[in-house]
């Protein structure tokens, strides 16, 4: 049975992937940005003050089902803004506004689902994706890195670190991966060149799944080669490939390893 799917979508290219998706399985598709998508012809634009037209307009569609995908990057006013209108108080990370999110979502009647359950291939599975074959003495280092991402998400700050010779050298912020990418790139020229470098994606154990899932897509791929990373390691069944033959061909290109490893909880 066709689904009468809401999309909420923010920036990259995983939007026009589940987009696609969607309406190969029949699905009646309603595209409400929340980012200037003008790429896919779409001339509006919802900002945290049109929530109340924008759950108008999920209901009014009779959406049976919502996704939010894509990147959003929000100012300290729209999360204060957004918090006033969910009746939310006190400091809270993206993973608890997130949740704020989805349960508002919900209230127009519709099931909230993640882009996973709209094109499956995008979650990555356990073992290699792509890139040389890891050396198994390296699984050590690779679940002293994962385990840090989980730290830091515990902590709701990002979802990704990069390390070196099992010490973190530097954490995602708001700013995001590609920053995190960039900060490394920047001081490449000071560290010692023969440390492995491993970036890695955890989701928050707090966070829900439905939504900003720890993503990689060819942009990664590109930035952490320019960064030195060595191997990108994430956690199987967590995070996504956006453009999957793009991040596989990168990766193959520029030498960088990309890992699936199963959590073994919290």
Not at 135 to 142: N, R, S, T
Not at 188 to 202: D, F, P, S, T
Request: avoid cysteine; proline fraction near 5%; glycine fraction near 12%.
């Amino acid at each position: 049975m066709s689904r009468r799917l809401t999309i909420l979508a923010g920036a990259g290219a995983l939007v026009p992937e589940i987009i696609s998706g969607a309406k190969a399985a029949g699905d009646e598709v309603q595209v409400l940005p929340l980012v200037d998508r003008g790429d896919l012809g779409l001339s509006e634009r919802f900002w945290v003050g049109d929530l109340p037209k924008l759950l108008w307009r999920i209901k009014s569609f009779r959406s049976t089902h919502v996704t939010m995908v894509g990147g959003l990057k929000a100012t300290a006013e729209d999360r204060a803004a957004f918090k006033r209108f969910a009746g939310s108080k006190g400091k809270s990370g993206d993973a608890t506004l997130l949740k704020l999110a989805e349960r508002m979502l919900g209230m127009t009647g519709a099931r909230v689902i993640g882009a996973e359950s709209i094109v499956p291939e995008i979650l990555v599975g356990a073992g290699l994706v792509a890139g040389p074959v890891v050396d198994p003495a390296l699984g050590p280092a690779i679940a002293f890195a994962l385990e840090a991402a989980r730290a830091l998400g515990r902590r709701d700050l990002g979802q990704a670190v990069v390390t070196t010779d099992r010490q973190v050298i530097a954490e995602e912020d708001i700013d995001g991966t590609d920053a995190l990418l960039d900060r490394v790139a920047a001081g490449r020229a000071g560290r010692n060149a023969g440390g492995l470098l491993v970036l890695a994606k955890a989701v928050k154990p707090q966070q829900s799944r439905l939504s900003d899932r720890p993503a990689v897509g060819p942009e990664t791929v590109r930035r952490a080669a320019a960064a030195g990373i060595s191997i990108i390691a994430v956690e199987a069944g967590g995070a996504i490939l956006v453009d999957r033959p793009a991040v596989i061909a990168a990766a193959n290109e520029h030498g960088i390893s990309i890992v699936g490893v199963a959590s073994h909880g919290p």
